[in-house]
């Protein structure tokens, strides 16, 4: 169990991290979630022990590792860049986190086979790192970081070096092997489909704050600001009125909403893929005149013009393929979408 | 195709020029008769006159090879100094911020705008009974050392000498050092000084080999610095090789002389470079046997 409590890190007049509080069950994967300079890497960093916090606490089943440096605390990482040591084997470079705990020679020899397995590189063991593959560098630098059974283990955008296809394969078997291991895994991205698919929490980070922490499905379906619905996902943003208890668009349609709408509510998100086109039995109904059209293979996006010049997204996963869409640009449409599919935001 | 042969054509017959005709001159010189002439030798044609006289008497006078003997161990001492003191140097300034590494190197390097035989004069007068480290030390109630024609002094010299030569491709080398690995080291337990063992130091070898090699080799042939501020003992090989030359007129044992250093300077450092590689091959050998010790029975993925 990893215990953040009030942490504050600063680059000279830069706060990396503003105050933050975070806690991580064991055997849970936590995925930090944001832009370039969010902090996200920081707060790793932080972690591992690389970055001095200027106050807070930052401790593993109790015991504070605040003050220690990184080659005592009882973490691992996996770096962005694997950081192989080029001039040692597969092996020594597997052994080396093993070696400086004094582990004996024949425990180590067992542990390196049992990793090569864990992460199948049999075979590969006297092999150097420009040897290797990309794939199989990350995975070196993985079995690497599990050796020396880490209470916690940080993993620092440890796809992003990987292409498209090999990247699905990797997230995959990563998320497996967590949940064989039940270990903590902190894995820090950018990617919000990696986060989304990966994660049991994922928490989203900000301007060194963490915006919002929760599973998933309550990050994407009920963002608590205009930054993680923007963030996580494509949004509809639109500006709304509050009267009597309801919403009202600058359009002049009062929306049919799920939840209450708060008094102080100030814009409305819709994600584009809950809006539907033509004439659908919905409770919220609006016109507009499509002025474009993405295609994304899976998808069809079209934006649309409302009455009061705002646009909105609709994007039709295309299940019997484009030739039935018989939309184009400058029809007049519907746009629908039900009272659910509504989130109100406040910020 | 055509411009770029003419490019390297231009480095290659720089090196044929000033450095491989020159030398093969010089053979001939050691080859040749010495002669009462001008220059001291005989010519070889006609009738082929060759001898090897010059080059028996050198590896027969213990003259030379105690010089020989000498030269080396002077030079490997101040090589020896030069890394231990260059490491560190090398190191820090590496290790420093942007602001302060190009202060630091701009100050290693500044003895080069000044002549290297007014630096090498300057250290006479610091070094003498009644130069500036003696006035000092007596002056902090120290005995006065005696300094100047010592091996002590030429120690200095040479250090003092070559010690950028040390510092610069251990810098550049240290500088290349790609800083997470020594992140990943300490992130694996490793304690500062066993990620320098272990990561630092073996990646920097390179930069080692370099500097050993730009400080040994001139080393081994200074005559200056032993000239100037090494005693009568001090008979190293390149002064031997200028009182040949200049004093004794002989031509032909000079150039002997020359060549054996040079053939010296250059098998030791292959030697070394090679005994070294088969020693890090041995040694990462017994690391990986105990993994490599029973084979894989799965076959590997991919």
Same mark, same amino acid.
């Not at chain 1, 055997?27 to 300079?37: A, D, K, M, Q, Y």
């Not at chain 2, 290297?116 to 003498?128: C, E, K």
């Not at chain 2, 070898?205 to 003992?233: D, F, K, N, R, T």
């Given at each position: 169990m990893l215990t953040i409590s009030g942490?504050?890190?600063?680059?000279g007049s830069l706060v990396a991290i503003d105050d933050l509080d975070l806690t991580v069950p064991p055997?849970?994967?936590?995925?930090?979630?944001?832009?370039?300079?969010?902090?996200?890497?920081?707060?790793?960093?932080?972690?591992?022990?690389?970055?001095?916090p200027e106050s807070g606490r930052i401790a593993i089943n109790g015991a504070d590792l605040t003050d220690l440096p990184p080659h005592r605390r009882p973490v691992n990482m996996m770096f962005q860049s694997y950081a192989l040591f080029p001039h040692m084997s597969v092996a020594a470079n597997i052994s080396f986190g093993l070696r400086t705990r004094g582990m004996s020679r024949a425990a180590v020899a067992d542990r390196v086979r049992e990793m090569l397995g864990l992460v199948r590189l049999q075979g590969f063991e006297a092999r150097r790192p420009s040897q290797l593959s990309g794939g199989q560098q990350q995975r070196v630098a993985l079995a690497r970081s599990l050796a020396p059974r880490p209470a916690l283990l940080l993993l620092d955008e440890p796809l992003s070096a990987l292409d498209r296809n090999l990247r699905r394969d990797t997230r995959e078997e990563l998320v497996g092997l967590q949940h064989d291991l039940g270990l903590a895994f902190i894995l820090v991205?950018?990617?919000q489909e990696e986060a989304l698919t990966m994660a049991d929490r994922i928490g989203v980070m900000h301007a060194g704050r963490l915006m919002q922490v929760g599973s998933p499905s309550d990050v994407y379906e009920r963002p608590d600001t205009r930054f993680v619905a923007e963030f996580l996902g494509a949004a509809n943003i639109l500006p709304v009125s509050v009267r009597n208890g309801r919403a009202e668009l600058a359009c002049g349609l009062v929306v049919h909403t799920a939840m209450d709408v708060p008094a102080d509510a100030r814009w409305l998100a819709v994600r584009p893929e809950r809006v539907m086109i033509g004439a659908v039995d919905a409770a919220n109904r609006v016109a507009g005149v499509v002025v474009q059209q993405s295609y994304a293979g899976d998808t069809l996006t079209h934006v649309v013009r409302l009455a009061d010049g705002s646009l909105l997204r609709a994007t039709t996963a295309l299940q019997q393929g484009l030739g039935a869409d018989p939309v184009s640009v400058g029809d007049a449409v519907t746009l629908a979408w039900q009272p659910a599919a509504c989130i109100v935001l406040r910020r | 195709m055509m411009g770029r042969r003419l490019v390297l054509a231009i480095p290659w017959a720089w090196l044929l020029i000033f450095l491989i005709l020159p030398a093969l001159i010089v053979l001939k010189i050691a080859l040749s008769y010495p002669a009462d002439s001008v220059p001291p030798y005989a010519p070889m044609l006609p009738g082929l006159h060759v001898s090897t006289d010059a080059f028996s008497l050198i590896l027969s006078d213990p003259l030379y090879r105690d010089a020989l003997l000498l030269s080396l161990k002077v030079a490997a001492l101040s090589t020896a100094i030069c890394l231990l003191t260059g490491y560190p140097m090398a190191l820090a300034i590496a290790r420093s911020s942007e602001r302060w590494r190009s202060v630091l190197l701009? @100050?290693? !390097?500044?003895? &080069?705008?000044?002549? &290297?035989? !007014?630096? #090498? $004069? =300057?250290?006479?007068?610091?070094?003498?009974? $009644?130069?500036? #480290? $003696?006035?000092? *030390?007596?002056a902090l109630g120290l005995p006065a050392l005696r300094l100047l024609y010592t091996d002590t002094a030429v120690y200095i010299g040479m250090v003092y000498t070559y010690l950028p030569f040390m510092v610069l491709p251990l810098y550049t080398r240290l500088t290349q050092l790609d800083a997470s690995l020594l992140d990943a080291a300490a992130d694996l337990g490793a304690p500062p000084w066993r990620a320098f063992l272990r990561i630092t130091l073996?990646?920097?070898?390179?930069?080692?080999? =370099?500097? #050993?090699?730009?400080?040994?080799?001139? =080393?081994?042939? %200074?005559?200056? #610095?032993? %000239?100037?501020?090494?005693?009568?003992? *001090?008979?190293?090989?390149g002064r031997v090789l200028w009182q040949e030359f200049f004093n004794n007129r002989d031509w032909p044992t000079a150039s002997a002389i020359a060549c =054996? @250093?040079? !053939?010296?300077?250059?098998l030791l450092p292959g030697a070394i470079i090679w005994a070294t590689r088969q020693a890090v091959r041995a040694a990462a050998i017994t690391r990986g046997a105990a993994a490599e010790a029973r084979p894989a029975v799965a076959p590997p993925a991919r």
């Open positions: 942490l504050r890190v600063r680059y055997g849970e994967l936590f995925v930090l979630l944001g832009g370039s300079g969010s902090g996200k890497s920081t707060l790793l960093r932080t972690i591992a022990g690389f970055v001095r991205t950018h990617d | 701009l @100050l290693v !390097m500044l003895p &080069f705008w000044t002549g &290297f035989l !007014m630096r #090498i $004069n =300057a250290w006479i007068g610091l070094l003498q009974d $009644n130069g500036w #480290i $003696n006035t000092i *030390a007596v073996p990646l920097s070898l390179p930069g080692v080999w =370099a500097g #050993i090699l730009l400080v040994s080799i001139p =080393a081994a042939g %200074e005559y200056v #610095i032993p %000239e100037l501020l090494g005693g009568p003992q *001090a008979q190293l090989i =054996a @250093l040079v !053939m010296l300077l250059l």
